[in-house]
């Protein structure tokens, strides 16, 4: 029998494990709901207001219906060790169906219902799955023609729709299973941590994408690890708005389950709503959803009267001052981690001076904010990308807590995590219990020294088996010694924090030799009420240049208040003064929050400078094939689509 692996901990990671309920004994996913089950019962395990009819789910039911399932399919013909695709986005029986595969003794491959027909027809093909689950007819629709060609002998609607009828494919909806597995047992199987339990595949921005090999081990590290960062209590609400098919929506999910919280499925349209009505206690998300919540505040505050303002304006910057006094008492400032003790002593002096006005503004003003994720927030969780340094000082200043984590799908993800007794902000946190990360020369792969950047590899039972039918790929990615190359560029602080940087893959090279790292520069220029979304080009040109979608209500606004009407394409003219997105007037406030921007952030460089860049209308979207499903904008897609507006601005 496989063993979980043991760690060295600090007294502190002890003690918080010592709080959560202990899985450590067991080897699979599926054991974690049986023990759930007689740990929190009757407690609300999942709750989704917003499914026709309202779906309510308690432990022991959630138990019940991942079991009935399971045998459901074996009934049905799944074997273990066999693969079943599931493709369909969050949704109580999402979960229910993820965890009855891996209950029958199978493994999944999961993807997106939205995802396009031809990536999904390449998963069922190169996963090999004999069984398919999808989300409705609609989804089996766009797949339906091509199944003949592939060994699927099954498919199950995870809806309550009709079933199509077909003499070769056995089709039933999830009634249909549910009525197959009642008044059935069990067959059981064994499972051990080296056992396979899901392959999820790399959407990534280039190229087909590579099935990772997820095992029980990997994903039961996760588990029995982030109790070490928190300590959720039975009864805590955790709202859930990532997809639960990407790995850190999806072990955040098995997570806080694990420890007997409630889970409240939310989507885009309803999260405002939903934060007042259930005011949950936490939240996992990217970057570009806490981006949203703070131009949300921004937008308010910009409807404000001018005086409201500047009030607000005054009251933030003396909270911005004691922050930074407070980080650099505490040696938790990114550009000062080793302050001298007069430095300390100042900054304590100071922020005691200026904590009562600080406090006053919670009371007027940060409180409100909080009161708009519902008031009861005690961390957010932030994965998938670096956080803007703006959006780090709204959050802290606000006192709604961010800790960001790092990982990748390949290690299960996380590997890295910010601690609420140690949250620098700037970084990707210290590792998790069982975790390496080393620092090395991208060309020789000598290690670092601590504080020079270089590749970042890591090391811990979270990594992934490696690429589904691939060993090449596998090869690539981790060395003889179990080091995974992430791919990404960063450097480690004296306490063991990693800061990112980049990706290697993402690094700009000017003609004049010059390595830029295009993600710190684009999140200070999204700093700018008037830039929504930007990335930067210019590899092997003279200087950096950059595509902008730009805020049209900021500037609509801003136009306003110089007696101008801003006219976009398409739209008639009012027969008032008015300008256009190319018009000097914009063109010129545009440069001129590009250079404030850059010049203000941290470790400026004359090389860091935008040269010339293009406003564009079109937002980069997961729609238009612009960005990833987690909201990162895929460069090179990007870069292919405005070819030739790039090399028309550098002509």
Same mark, same amino acid.
């Given at each position: 029998?496989?063993?979980?692996?043991?760690?060295?901990?600090?007294?502190?990671?002890?003690?918080?494990?010592?709080?959560?309920?202990?899985?450590?004994?067991?080897?699979?996913?599926?054991?974690?709901?049986?023990?759930?089950?007689?740990?929190?019962?009757?407690?609300?395990?999942?709750?989704?207001?917003?499914?026709?009819?309202?779906?309510?789910?308690?432990?022991?039911?959630?138990?019940?219906?991942?079991?009935?399932?399971?045998?459901?399919?074996?009934?049905?013909?799944?074997?273990?060790?066999?693969?079943?695709?599931?493709?369909?986005?969050?949704?109580?029986?999402?979960?229910?169906?993820?965890?009855?595969?891996?209950?029958?003794?199978?493994?999944?491959?999961?993807?997106?219902?939205?995802?396009?027909?031809?990536?999904?027809?390449?998963?069922?093909?190169?996963?090999?799955?004999?069984?398919?689950?999808?989300?409705?007819?609609?989804?089996?629709?766009?797949?339906?023609?091509?199944?003949?060609?592939?060994?699927?002998?099954?498919?199950?609607?995870?809806?309550?729709?009709?079933?199509?009828?077909?003499?070769?494919?056995?089709?039933?909806?999830?009634?249909?299973?549910?009525?197959?597995?009642?008044?059935?047992?069990?067959?059981?199987?064994?499972?051990?941590?080296?056992?396979?339990?899901?392959?999820?595949?790399?959407?990534?921005?280039?190229?087909?994408?590579?099935?990772?090999?997820?095992?029980?081990?990997?994903?039961?590290?996760?588990?029995?690890?982030?109790?070490?960062?928190?300590?959720?209590?039975?009864?805590?609400?955790?709202?859930?708005?990532?997809?639960?098919?990407?790995?850190?929506?999806?072990?955040?999910?098995?997570?806080?389950?694990?420890?007997?919280?409630?889970?409240?499925?939310?989507?885009?349209?309803?999260?405002?709503?939903?934060?007042?009505?259930?005011?949950?206690?936490?939240?996992?998300?990217?970057?570009?959803?806490?981006?949203?919540?703070?131009?949300?505040?921004?937008?308010?505050?910009?409807?404000?009267?001018?005086?409201? %303002?500047? &009030? /607000?304006?005054?009251? +933030?910057?003396?909270?911005?001052?004691?922050?930074? !006094? =407070? #980080?650099?008492?505490?040696? @938790?400032?990114?550009?000062?981690?080793?302050?001298?003790?007069?430095?300390?002593?100042?900054?304590?002096?100071?922020?005691?001076?200026?904590?009562?006005?600080?406090?006053?503004?919670?009371?007027?003003?940060?409180?409100?904010?909080?009161?708009?994720?519902?008031?009861?927030?005690?961390?957010?969780?932030?994965?998938?990308?670096?956080?803007?340094?703006?959006?780090?000082?709204?959050?802290?200043?606000?006192?709604? %807590?961010? &800790? /960001?984590?790092?990982? +990748?799908?390949?290690?299960?993800?996380?590997?890295? !995590? =910010? #601690?609420?007794?140690?949250? @620098?902000?700037?970084?990707?946190?210290?590792?998790?219990?069982?975790?390496?990360?080393?620092?090395?020369?991208?060309?020789?792969?000598?290690?670092?020294?601590?504080?020079?950047?270089?590749?970042?590899?890591?090391?811990?039972?979270?990594?992934?088996?490696?690429?589904?039918?691939?060993?090449?790929?596998?090869?690539?990615?981790?060395?003889?010694?179990?080091?995974?190359?992430?791919?990404?560029?960063?450097?480690?602080?004296?306490?063991?924090?990693?800061? +990112?940087?980049?990706?290697?893959?993402?690094?700009?090279?000017?003609?004049?030799?010059?390595?830029?790292?295009?993600?710190?520069?684009?999140?200070?220029?999204?700093?700018?009420?008037?830039?929504?979304?930007?990335?930067?080009?210019?590899?092997?040109?003279?200087?950096?240049?950059?595509?902008?979608?730009?805020?049209?209500?900021?500037?609509?606004?801003?136009?306003?208040?110089?007696?101008?009407?801003?006219?976009?394409?398409?739209?008639?003219?009012?027969?008032?003064?008015?300008?256009?997105?190319?018009?000097?007037?914009?063109?010129?406030?545009?440069?001129?929050?590009?250079?404030?921007?850059?010049?203000?952030?941290?470790?400026?460089?004359?090389?860091?400078?935008?040269?010339?860049?293009?406003?564009?209308?079109?937002?980069?979207?997961?729609?238009?094939?612009?960005?990833?499903?987690?909201?990162?904008?895929?460069?090179?897609?990007?870069?292919?689509?405005?070819?030739?507006?790039?090399?028309?601005?550098?002509?």
């Amino acid at each position: 029998m496989s063993k979980t692996p043991t760690f060295h901990l600090s007294e502190r990671e002890r003690a918080n494990l010592s709080h959560v309920v202990d899985y450590s004994s067991a080897q699979s996913l599926p054991e974690v709901w049986k023990k759930a089950r007689s740990h929190f019962g009757d407690a609300i395990a999942l709750h989704d207001p917003h499914s026709q009819p309202e779906v309510v789910l308690t432990y022991t039911q959630l138990a019940d219906k991942i079991q009935q399932f399971a045998v459901g399919l074996q009934v049905l013909g799944v074997k273990p060790e066999s693969c079943v695709a599931l493709f369909s986005d969050n949704s109580p029986r999402w979960f229910i169906a993820d965890q009855g595969i891996m209950t029958a003794g199978a493994f999944n491959a999961v993807r997106s219902a939205q995802a396009e027909r031809q990536e999904l027809l390449f998963i069922l093909e190169n996963s090999g799955s004999t069984a398919l689950v999808v989300e409705d007819l609609k989804t089996l629709s766009k797949l339906w023609e091509h199944l003949k060609d592939l060994p699927v002998q099954l498919v199950i609607l995870l809806s309550d729709e009709e079933p199509l009828q077909d003499s070769t494919v056995k089709v039933l909806n999830f009634s249909g299973v549910m009525a197959a597995g009642a008044n059935q047992s069990l067959q059981s199987v064994t499972q051990t941590l080296e056992s396979l339990a899901t392959l999820i595949y790399t959407s990534g921005t280039t190229g087909k994408p590579k099935g990772v090999m997820l095992s029980h081990g990997n994903l039961m590290h996760q588990l029995t690890t982030l109790g070490a960062v928190l300590q959720p209590h039975k009864g805590d609400r955790a709202i859930t708005i990532l997809p639960t098919w990407h790995s850190f929506g999806r072990i955040g999910e098995y997570f806080f389950l694990s420890q007997g919280c409630t889970q409240i499925y939310s989507n885009i349209r309803h999260i405002k709503r939903d934060f007042k009505e259930y005011k949950p206690q936490y939240m996992v998300g990217v970057p570009r959803l806490w981006e949203s919540i703070y131009e949300g505040v921004q937008k308010q505050f910009r409807e404000q009267p001018a005086n409201k %303002q500047k &009030l /607000v304006n005054n009251l +933030l910057n003396v909270s911005q001052r004691y922050i930074k !006094a =407070r #980080r650099t008492f505490s040696k @938790l400032r990114l550009d000062n981690l080793s302050p001298s003790l007069p430095e300390r002593i100042l900054a304590g002096i100071q922020a005691l001076a200026l904590y009562p006005i600080h406090a006053l503004a919670g009371k007027l003003v940060y409180e409100k904010i909080r009161e708009a994720t519902g008031g009861k927030m005690k961390y957010v969780l932030s994965g998938g990308g670096s956080l803007a340094m703006h959006l780090e000082n709204f959050f802290e200043i606000t006192g709604l %807590q961010v &800790l /960001v984590g790092y990982g +990748l799908t390949e290690t299960s993800p996380v590997t890295h !995590a =910010r #601690r609420p007794w140690h949250n @620098l902000r700037g970084s990707s946190g210290q590792p998790i219990p069982g975790t390496e990360a080393k620092i090395v020369d991208p060309e020789t792969r000598q290690p670092l020294p601590v504080g020079q950047r270089g590749l970042v590899l890591l090391r811990g039972p979270q990594v992934m088996r490696g690429y589904y039918k691939n060993p090449e790929a596998t090869a690539k990615a981790i060395d003889p010694e179990g080091w995974f190359n992430s791919g990404d560029l960063g450097w480690l602080t004296v306490a063991n924090d990693v800061v +990112l940087t980049g990706r290697a893959k993402d690094t700009i090279v000017l003609t004049n030799g010059e390595n830029i790292e295009p993600q710190p520069i684009e999140d200070a220029c999204l700093r700018s009420p008037y830039i929504d979304q930007i990335t930067l080009v210019g590899q092997d040109e003279r200087s950096l240049g950059a595509l902008i979608v730009p805020n049209v209500e900021a500037l609509e606004k801003w136009a306003a208040l110089q007696n101008l009407h801003l006219r976009l394409p398409d739209q008639p003219s009012p027969g008032t003064a008015e300008i256009d997105l190319d018009s000097k007037i914009i063109q010129d406030l545009i440069r001129q929050e590009l250079n404030r921007e850059v010049q203000n952030r941290p470790g400026y460089r004359p090389d860091d400078r935008i040269g010339p860049f293009k406003l564009i209308l079109e937002p980069f979207s997961i729609e238009n094939g612009m960005m990833t499903q987690t909201l990162k904008i895929k460069r090179p897609v990007v870069m292919e689509r405005y070819r030739d507006m790039i090399d028309g601005m550098f002509a």
